[in-house]
């Protein structure tokens, strides 16, 4: 396995703390291979582009007009805790601050680790200032066994709300002025602030085949579609890649998969390569859509959560995830596509689906098929542990997953 390659995900991984960040690393690696950033689609749009707005980017490698459309579709945001905006808390000679709870977050992982704070500042021009602090700062400290004597027999409980206030000092501290310093703004009107696990990513076991890090959900299938589309050949097929924010809350905002970024920047294509309403409808017919979305893999101590034909296992590829009930939006035509995609270029692919009594979660895809009319298929790198403040997936799997990309992208 090319190390360079690897390394390059633990570096984006570690760079990349907030869904802000994440947009912000894609850039850096897209502009290093000549893609020009547009901050507004009014223009004529460059071959090789992308238009950010905060958690979200669109980018593109156009093809020509009697070309379709590949889009590849991943997430930037992952459950976390984030700092509200009135965070100070003094008490019993504790400085804490106040936070709030986004998405499903496994809260028994955030506890006893080092955390630092990461997110965005907004001046009073209204101007966005990112900023990322990657030390220990803070901790949600568990209760001892001592003092919880329960726990052997009735397991840990966790109120949402009064145990997982982190700690983050022992004298009176005001997270403005804390903010203020750490961005360099003196002029904070208002901020985005993530906590975060500051333990890099690494690689992990005796054999080094296991890659562990927070946020590789979703964050593996963003560098993943990156690399693709990188590193894509020109075709005749428009290549487009939407990594967008808000999936772990329901996709539902401006710069989520519900919202407009990616159906106006296929509008604006369309525009472009001089198409009718008519001959829209029907390239978008032929189009595709991979929606790049973490699976589950079976978990060696709890092998009765899957279903026994249907459990992907670590470094065996990428898994196509199925579900009738269109929590996934791959159909069987879908299934022939990816396969007969992987079967050419020699690439392993497996196939999850989940039981009938553990209902799956679910992905951009439907969202991005209901919206744009586009066949979409739902795809997930393998990993266990998936909302933990620490995630782990096979090392070879994102590798996998760029192999198969690039192939979607071509095919
Ligand atoms: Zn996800």
Redesign the pocket.
Known sequence: MPDSTLNSLLTWLDHSPTPFHVVQTAITSLEDSGFTGVAQLGNELPMLGYIAHDGCIVAWRLGTAKGALRIIG??T??PNLRVLPQPDIHQLGWSQLAIEIYGGVLLNSWLDRDLGIAGRVIDSNGESHLYSAPRALARVPQLAIHLDREIGDKGLHLDRHQHMTPVWGSTKQSFTSWIQEESGITDVIAYDAHLFDIASASLLGVDRSLLASGRL??QA?CWSAIEALRNAADSEHTSILVLNDH??VGSNSATGAAGPMLSTVVTCIATQHGLREGQQFDRLASSWCLSA??AHAIHPNYPERHEPRHAPLVNHGPAVKVNGNQRYATSARGLAHIRSVALSNDIPLQTFASRNNVPC?S?IGPITATQLGIEAIDI?IPQLS??SAREMCGAEDPLHMVALMSAFLQH
């Open positions: 991943a997430h945001d992952s959900d979703n299938s999936e772990e979305d973490n979660g992905t997930g998936m909302h």
